[in-house]
């Protein structure tokens, strides 16, 4: 996919500007109950995104795997989910903690087998 470089960059401007506004909110109420989620947000969503966009713009034997597809598709939706579970979980972790850990553990686990994928695709492809 041509444009995949593009499409991690963007994916991550998505993340960080619900980051920031969930920022925006907790310091408005100085309530901070969710600050691990904003800090997920920004790191695993903002920050991971846009690296790999530009490290796939840096080595364009990467994005033209068929992996890369597969790898934008599970990173995305992996932290998408993690996140919003973790919404959840922060927000009540007596009622929410027993019923969601499970699938949050899942979730994560995916988002780690993410990272691998890209580790693999980055030292088998980026050569040169």
């Known amino acids: 996919m041509q444009n995949l470089d593009r499409l991690f960059v963007l994916t991550g401007f998505i993340f960080v500007l619900v980051g ?5 909110m907790m310091s408005g109420r100085q309530d901070f109950t969710l600050g691990g989620l904003h800090a997920h947000l920004n790191l695993l969503g903002f920050v991971f995104m846009t690296l790999i966009g530009l490290i796939h713009h840096a080595w364009p034997k990467i994005r033209e795997s068929g992996l890369a597809k597969v790898h934008y598709l599970l990173h995305t939706i992996s932290v998408a989910v993690s996140m919003f579970l973790l919404y959840f979980v922060l927000s009540d972790p007596a009622v929410y903690g027993p019923k969601f850990g499970p699938f949050m553990d899942a979730s994560l686990g995916a988002t780690y087998l993410s990272v691998l994928l890209f580790v693999y ?8």
């Open 20 to 24: 920031m506004a969930l920022g925006l």
């Open 121 to 128: 695709l980055f030292w088998s492809k980026a050569k040169d």
